[in-house]
């Protein structure tokens, strides 16, 4: 047999990993083969220096700082609900300056009651227009301006005529956009 | 007045039984920096672990810490990554100590999980750590002599480790350098035994041969 042949066994035997009929039969070559003896202390050599260099212990702060970056993980998963609230707060309080900006007084609408329309101008007509027409429509033409002076918006006029009972009440809104206007119309009874 | 004086005289005693009980894990765990208790934690640090108390994670981290920091630094080579790695291994048992018992095999699941987080890193890894990086010696200390020895012989453990291959490297770590037996280094990787043996025994010639070339040309 050649001696390449031995040398996994030899490997193994220097492990201690081979069962022991094996084992004695390993050791009956290597008293006659100086080659595989060789083999034999290097593998056993090389073995105990390597046990030898990781069995030297590491500096305790290299475990510390594992130690550390996990607890610091793992509390920051459980952060209780409270530790948390400061950001459910601060999107309240986004959410309340918007509705505030939304509703500032510059832009809220009035309601006007008609005997045929409410309407919610976006500009205040002007007052020619609004003896013509008994003030139910408002003229286009301010939607044009309107829309140049979209940023601000100034509050729009009360416009009041006779209310009679039984007419049916209809609202018209008008939006800051020309092509949307919305129409309500309700039946009214005598008395309201 | 009374009523404050009795809910506070409840408080103490709940803070004096909390504090009996830390003590009382403390004494169960043992020794913080001694060996790995190779039959798994007892019951009660894992339990109150279970419960969600992090003092009792830590005693088992503290436990088995070189267990996982050493096998991942061998498995990497590089301490920074074997950090990394621990940590993962680390908060990967946490959210597993439901499924754990007492009796489980926690250094089996530890060097399996180890040795996954390892291979999962080594794959991410595009560029492998440059061999100067281990060639570097630590600063001299009271013994200058003994230093360089160990500094030595510690670059010639990881650059025979940088030798072989993935496979061969994990067995030989299980197998050589944390002892386990070659059933479990075969169940650890999920293996057969022959197959093990294989590895380990390529692995102890082509270590030999880089050790005999290293320490000639070191002469």
Request: hydrophobic share 45%; with cysteine; aromatic share 6%.
């Amino acid at each position: 047999m050649n001696c390449s042949d031995w040398e996994e066994r030899i490997a193994l035997h220097a492990g201690r990993d081979l069962p022991p009929a094996e084992a004695a039969e390993v050791e009956r070559h290597l008293r006659e083969c100086a080659g595989c003896q060789v083999l034999a202390s290097g593998l056993k050599q090389s073995l105990a220096l390597l046990k030898e260099a990781h069995d030297e212990p590491l500096a305790a702060a290299h475990f510390s700082a594992v130690r550390a970056r996990v607890v610091a993980e793992l509390e920051k998963e459980r952060r209780p609900l409270w530790q948390r609230a400061w950001a459910y707060g601060l999107a309240a309080v986004a959410v309340g300056l918007l509705v505030m900006l939304a509703l500032r007084p510059g832009r809220a609408p009035v309601v006007t009651r008609t005997n045929r329309s409410l309407t919610f101008a976006a500009l205040s007509p002007p007052a020619h227009e609004q003896a013509g027409n008994g003030g139910e429509v408002v003229a286009p033409l301010h939607r044009r301006v309107a829309r140049r002076q979209a940023s601000r918006v100034p509050a729009p006029q009360v416009v009041r005529t006779n209310v009679s009972n039984g007419e049916p009440l209809i609202v018209k809104l008008l939006t800051d956009d020309p092509n949307v206007v919305i129409y309500w119309i309700a039946d009214r009874k005598k008395g309201d | 007045m009374p009523k404050i004086t009795y809910t506070f005289s409840l408080l103490r005693q709940f803070y004096l039984m909390e504090r009996m009980k830390t003590l009382a894990l403390v004494a169960t765990v043992g020794p913080i920096y001694g060996p790995e208790d190779r039959c798994g934690p007892r019951g009660r640090p894992l339990e109150a672990a279970k419960a969600g108390d992090l003092a009792a994670f830590e005693l088992l981290m503290r436990q088995y810490e070189r267990l996982v920091l050493v096998t991942a630094l061998r498995l990497l080579g590089v301490l920074e990554d074997a950090q990394d790695a621990s940590q993962e291994v680390f908060l990967r048992l946490y959210r597993n100590l439901s499924r754990m018992e007492a009796s489980s095999n926690f250094p089996g699941w530890l060097y399996q999980v180890t040795v996954n987080v390892c291979h999962d890193m080594h794959r991410k890894r595009c560029v492998p750590a440059p061999m100067e990086e281990v060639a570097e010696l630590p600063a001299l200390t009271a013994d200058p002599q003994r230093t360089v020895v160990e500094a030595e012989r510690r670059r010639a453990l990881e650059m025979s480790l940088r030798m072989l291959s993935e496979k061969e490297r994990a067995a030989l770590v299980l197998r050589d350098l944390e002892g386990l037996s070659t059933e479990e280094v075969a169940r650890v990787l999920g293996t057969t035994e022959a197959t093990v043996r294989s590895q380990t025994s390529k692995a102890r010639v082509k270590v030999r041969d880089f050790l005999e070339r290293y320490f000639r040309r070191r002469t």
